[in-house]
């Protein structure tokens, strides 16, 4: 089997790679075995002088690596020169902040002397997705890494090339071969190496199927793992939000990336009392969206990543409108347009029953869904199998916190989208996933946390 890399912009093949057969992978899994003592008994501050070492290799080429992003799952290029200046931000945060967060922890006890010791597990799988093919990957490896682990990715099929050269990029800065190895391995071939004696622990971050597969694997191997997976955000907007502002991060927050982001809002949440003036809004600023070129900095809707996710995404949309949903604007391909790319789209009169109110939409398509009032919009928001995360939109920020702790979700941001930062704590619960990456939680998902008592 070989990965094609298919541009999402024109459709036109730019590149073929052969999987690797079962003595490659063997040979990978080996080499990071191997070199693990070695990088493990480096000081922490000797691996964080590294870490940094990538964020310049990764600011010293961004406009290469941004146009890589672009050209291989079709993301405009302004979003993708953030995206590497975000990866050499979480490698710069966790340079500077991993030895503190990974500082011996006393506690007192009936012993002598007694502490926490938080060392590294071993070598962890990252079985990633293409929608950030840079940023999933960072905010994995850069704590990871620092704590001591060597890491092996499985990344997604369709962005081969975003692998390899995020390999290059740590050997570049300087990382011993085999503490970061992209595994050129198909998805079948996943369960295997997570099984393998020479893996300690797995990450993913990908669809709901996929994470219970993996989750499956790992718990019958008695192996720690973490898990990012779908979400349907919840936007909601209270009768006395500001509705310019909402409507400004509401196109901004579902249209990143065509749509194709895990923590993009989705579920457009709005009472009775502001709808209409909300959805016209709405409609205004998705209709000045223009489909184009991602490379051209004009351009502002990209195509999706593939044509057959396209195909599934607007099966959704046309199910919803067949079961009652309301076409406000978009809901269909482009017509004589290459590439992958849809309308951006605005589904009103959501409800319970229709696909697109229960499923995530992973594309350009904001769904709106109407409340009679807070409470409402409150058992709405929670009524879904999801819980990445949520927003709520008033000029009181009181009563936007007091709305935000009952949302069932990992994180919610008042007044503005959701976003990840690498101070921050981010993940799931329900069918989201589970455990937390960033911040301290995250570099502390992948460590021993030893207790050691002396008497």
């Known amino acids: 089997m070989s990965f094609e890399v298919i541009n999402p912009a024109t459709g036109e093949k730019e590149g073929e790679f052969s999987a690797w057969e079962d003595a490659r992978i063997d040979q990978a899994l080996e080499q990071a075995a191997e070199v693990a003592p070695q990088w493990r008994a480096l000081t922490i501050t000797e691996r964080c002088e590294l870490m940094r070492g990538a964020a310049r290799v990764l600011r010293d080429n961004k406009e290469q690596y941004a146009t890589l992003i672009t050209r291989e799952m079709g993301k405009l290029i302004n979003e993708a020169r953030g995206e590497i200046e975000k990866c050499a931000w979480v490698c710069d945060y966790y340079a ?97 190496v997570i099984e393998d004696p020479r893996v300690q622990a797995v990450t993913l971050t990908g669809s709901e199927p996929a994470g219970r597969k993996v989750a499956a694997t790992a718990g019958a191997a008695l192996k720690k793992s973490v898990l990012e997976l779908g979400g349907s955000d919840a936007f909601v907007v209270l009768e006395d939000a500001d509705l310019d502002e909402a409507v400004k991060n509401a196109v901004a927050s579902r249209f990143l990336n065509a749509g194709q982001s895990c923590i993009a809002a989705k579920r457009f949440i709005v009472v009775d009392a502001i709808a209409e003036d909300f959805v016209a809004r709405f409609k205004a600023g998705v209709e000045s969206l223009k489909p184009g070129d991602p490379l051209d900095e004009n351009t502002s809707l990209a195509p999706m990543a593939r044509s057959d996710l396209r195909e599934e995404m607007h099966k959704q949309v046309v199910d919803s409108l067949a079961a009652g949903a309301v076409n406000v604007t978009g809901c269909d391909l482009y017509e004589n347009m290459p590439g992958a790319y849809y309308k951006a789209s605005i589904l009103d009169q959501v409800g319970p029953g229709m696909r697109a109110y229960s499923e995530e939409l992973f594309g350009p398509v904001a769904i709106v869904i109407r409340a009679r009032d807070e409470a409402d919009a409150l058992r709405i928001a ?42 921050l704590p981010f993940g799931g619960i329900k069918n989201s996933g589970y455990g937390r990456e960033l911040s301290h939680h995250g570099i502390h998902e992948f460590v021993n946390a030893k207790t050691v008592w002396i008497k």
């Open 382 to 423: 929670n009524d879904t199998t999801f819980g990445l995360g949520g927003n709520v939109w008033t000029r009181d920020s009181d009563r936007g916190e007091r709305l935000a702790r009952q949302l069932d979700c990992g994180c919610c941001f008042v007044n503005s989208f959701v976003k990840s930062d690498p101070r």
């Open 96 to 192: 500077d902040k991993a030895p503190e967060f990974l500082h011996d922890e006393p506690i007192e006890s009936d012993a002598g002397k007694s502490y926490v010791a938080y060392q590294p597990l071993g070598t962890v799988l990252a079985v990633m997705p293409w929608n950030f093919p840079f940023w999933q990957v960072f905010r994995f490896a850069a704590p990871a890494l620092c704590a001591g682990n060597t890491g092996l990715l499985k990344h997604a099929s369709n962005v081969p090339q975003c692998a390899q050269a995020i390999e290059a990029i740590f050997r570049e800065a300087g990382f011993p071969d085999g503490v970061f190895t992209a595994l050129m391995i198909r998805a079948s071939q996943v369960e295997k």
